[in-house]
């Protein structure tokens, strides 16, 4: 959220506090701030200037030529290029010298051979809006040669806050909250703001009809004789500091109102709702077009404003197509409502519609403030646009009722949980600067929560200790040891095992470790192929197609590839996480949960000449066995993956399982596979790339006896090198020939690599011929060649086994 600087001065005297001094009183006491800058910073170098004269240029049909003022010597020749510039215009002219956003310095030059001594300068060419219609045309009656910051009111910062620190706090989703922060903070009175609705008319009251309890108050105001005009420029550069678009007065204020107290409001062209209001649930079915343009399917639960049956805006969240206020609207009807919390934050997930008006329902908002949001939009109105009349009251009506309550609160209590020595006084003066109430003395005091802060803030004597230990900041509390006795915790091989994983793969295999959301989405869940797969569903999701909790790690990391790539041309991700598994149960009967660790490695594919093991899915093996035995796992024993263990995104022809024995048999440790071509893509990723992923079960490994290594000794003498090729049928796994090899030298083999695979007419269809380095070596003695001819006898006779041959040379 933007909050500006300026802004924060409507409401309190700022006197003596930079905008640094600001960011850091509203971090340690209030919220964090991310950071805060200069808005529009080239405003400084930029000066007013009056238009004397333009003349068409003689030499271009779409160029003029201006005679402009600056206030300081005679006026200067400035060639301009907009369609809109007139003589007696009050214009932003940047001087010869001036530095302009993207390093643009403004220099005396011809154009067209006419000299040009300065720029006369859109909004979009100073960095204040994306607005290049044409030349910004200021108000009338600034003073020549004023710098813009000067002549506009001067500086402003934009302090951006982290919405996820004020979550809890609807009040401070607004600048008159935050003022009041900061006001209590430095003991500051906040300005007066008059927010009584002005006399109105006695004509009936405007129909509205509540039939949903999802709209606890609806406050509905007609207005007449407005007109839809560009805002003043400080209205318009108060809301682009804070990221709003400047439309005309009628939304522009509205907005304004909605970011000043944090209400959000609507105003609809009252001919368009003659008819009357009905606030109702929507129907099975029902559709509506909102004001982006968006056709929405509706359901039981969304709130629905309609009028004469037919919705007009989506309750707390947007406002409706066929209503919306136009150039020609003249009669207004203002909506200031009050919605449920849950109803709105799940409309706007469900349909993927985040507004900022829905970003503060979902806070739950006080229902009070209605009425003073209502008297401030239609003041600020009246003081733009004297004209304007209410011609009836409003009609307010609901369920509301004022949320304001007491709470019993003990002095003693907080100085014991704070852990300083705060008097009575003290606590009540940070209290009563924070707007509580307080009554009673004594060991137990009465607390009065306003409205405001009694939504779900504040509503137990732990959340007024906290009061008053922010105000009074807690780094002025003194650091004191801690006085326990301690103990070692126990030993937790999981934790053990997590720690160690992200070791192993943050290092030499440069891995990146990525932290997703433990929800899949559904078009991840439909380009892997698994919407048959059971999951367990998500009530309250927090967004659209966000609504199944994962089965396994791997397909949120593959929905993390198509972006990154954009960034890099080889990624290397892992997660270590949970995903559930709605068919079996844990002992309190809930979806059990599966501890992975998943990977995920994509590269440009090799080229023909590459090295046989030039593969990613090759490179992602060693890193998986790297990281088996850095987590204290078994050695593992590589087999294909059998269908039934293949999860959906791998190849059917390109996957194995690592398995090791355990105390019941073979249990499998990992599953490595490349990405299935057909998901790729789904997934939308370029061609001409190999991409692998691997999944380690952490469970069965934390169920596992630790596999400690051990240290061996150098070898103290020579060994014997020996290549063998061996041609075996093409579906046999490598693992069973390596394994043969090691049957064949018994104690003696010390290594064997496999370094090449070859297949070729010459050894028959379906055959292949693997090729291994093999190190024979003995701790009592020196091998010698008759050592080396007995393994070779003794290999033929294991590769006989097989239906395997020994090739010779």
């Known amino acids: 959220m933007h909050i500006s600087y300026r802004w924060l001065a409507r409401h309190l005297d700022l006197s003596g506090h930079d905008p640094a001094s600001i960011a850091r009183d509203l971090t340690l006491h209030v919220a964090e701030v991310e950071g805060f800058h200069r808005f529009a910073p080239a405003l400084d170098a930029v000066v007013v200037g009056q238009v004397l004269s333009r003349e068409p240029h003689p030499d ?5 030529l201006c005679q402009v003022d600056l206030g300081d010597g005679p006026p200067r020749a400035i060639v301009c290029g907009a ?39 859109s909004e979009r060419e100073l960095g204040v809006s994306d607005e290049q219609a044409g030349i910004w045309e200021l108000p009338a009656g600034l003073g020549p040669g004023q710098t813009l910051t000067e002549a506009l009111g001067g500086a402003d910062w934009v302090f951006e806050i982290e919405n996820k620190a004020i979550t809890h706090r609807p009040d401070l989703w607004a600048h008159r909250g935050l003022a009041a922060e900061l006001a209590a903070l430095w003991g500051r009175p906040l300005l007066p703001m008059e927010t009584r609705l002005p006399a109105t008319g006695e004509g009936p009251d405007f129909a509205v009809r509540i039939a949903t309890p999802h709209c606890p108050r609806y406050l509905a105001l007609p207005i007449d004789g407005v007109r839809a005009e560009r805002s003043p420029e400080w209205l318009r550069l108060l809301l682009l500091a804070t990221g709003q678009r400047p439309i005309d007065q009628l939304v522009d204020v509205s907005n304004f109102v909605m ?17 009357g209001i009905e606030v109702r ?14 056709s929405r399917s509706l359901q039981p639960g969304d709130v629905l404003i309609c009028s004469d049956d037919q919705p007009v805006a989506l309750g707390g969240v947007m406002g409706g197509e066929g209503s919306k206020v136009a150039a020609d609207t003249r009669r207004l009807l203002l909506e200031v409502a009050n919605f449920d919390a849950a109803a709105i934050r799940a409309t706007a997930a469900r349909l993927g519609l985040r507004t900022d008006a829905s970003a503060r329902f979902e806070k739950a908002l006080d229902p009070g403030l209605p009425l003073d949001a209502a008297g401030h939009l239609v003041r600020l109105l009246s003081e733009l646009q004297p004209g304007l009349s209410l011609p009836a009251a409003p009609t307010d009506i609901g369920t509301w009722r004022d949320p304001a309550m007491s709470l019993a609160f003990r002095p003693e209590r907080a100085r014991a949980l704070l852990g300083i020595p705060l008097t009575d006084r003290d606590i009540a003066r940070y209290l009563e600067r924070l707007g509580f109430g307080i009554e009673g003395d004594g060991a137990t005091w009465q607390v009065r929560v306003p409205s405001w802060r009694a939504t779900g803030d504040v509503s137990i004597e732990e959340d007024l200790i906290e009061e008053v230990g922010r105000l009074h900041g807690y780094e002025n509390i003194a650091e004191q040891p801690i006085r326990a006795d301690l103990s070692p915790a126990l030993p937790d091989r999981r934790r053990a095992v997590v720690r160690a994983a992200q070791d192993s793969l943050s290092g030499g295999p440069a891995f990146n470790e990525a932290l997703t959301y433990s929800f899949i989405a559904e078009p991840v869940v439909r380009a892997i192929g698994a919407e048959s797969e059971p999951y367990t569903e998500v009530v309250n999701a927090i967004a659209a197609g966000l609504d199944r909790i994962r089965r396994d790690i791997v397909p949120s990391l ?31 009967g809930k979806p059990a949960e599966v501890h992975q660790i998943g990977l995920v490695w994509s590269r440009p594919a090799a080229g023909t000449g590459a090295a046989f093991d030039d593969t990613v899915q090759l490179r992602l093996k060693g890193v998986v066995e790297q990281l088996l035995s850095a987590i204290d796992a078994p050695p593992p024993t590589w087999r294909p993956a059998a269908a039934a263990s293949r999860p959906s995104w791998a190849h059917p022809g390109r996957s194995a399982l690592a398995m090791a024995d355990g105390p019941a048999g073979e249990v499998p440790l990992a599953f490595l596979g490349d990405i299935d071509p057909l998901v790729a893509r789904r997934l939308g990723w370029a061609e001409g790339r190999e991409t692998a992923a691997a999944s380690i079960d952490i469970d069965v490994i934390v169920g596992l006896p630790i596999h400690r290594r051990v240290f061996k000794d150098l070898p103290r003498y020579p060994g014997v090198k020996i290549d063998v090729a061996l041609a075996v049928d093409a579906m046999l796994p490598a693992s069973e020939l390596e394994a043969a090899v090691r049957r064949a030298g018994g104690d003696q083999v010390a290594k064997v690599e496999l370094f090449d695979l070859y297949g070729g007419a010459q050894l028959g269809q379906g055959r292949k011929s693997l090729a291994y ?9 020196t091998l010698s060649d008759a050592d080396g001819q007995r393994f070779l006898a003794a290999l033929e006779q294991e590769a006989a086994r097989l239906g395997a041959e020994l090739r010779r040379a």
């Open 60 to 64: 271009a049909d779409r160029l003029s």
């Open 83 to 121: 369609a809109n510039v007139a003589a007696g215009q009050t214009v932003a002219v940047a001087p010869v010298g001036a530095l302009l956003p993207g390093d643009i310095e403004i220099r005396r030059a011809k154009i067209r051979g006419q000299v040009s001594e300065g720029m006369i300068c």
């Open 259 to 275: 970011l000043d107290l944090g209400q959000p409001n609507h105003l609809f062209d009252r001919d368009r709702v003659a008819g």
């Open 281 to 294: 649930e929507a129907r099975q079915g029902e559709t509506m077009r909102t004001l982006d343009g968006e």
């Open 558 to 588: 593959l929905g993390l590839v198509e972006p990154n790539l954009r960034h890099a041309e080889e990624l290397r991700l892992f997660e270590i996480g949970k995903g559930s598994r709605v068919e079996d149960k844990d002992d309190w």
């Open 773 to 781: 380095h093999v190190l024979l070596q003995s701790d009592s003695r």
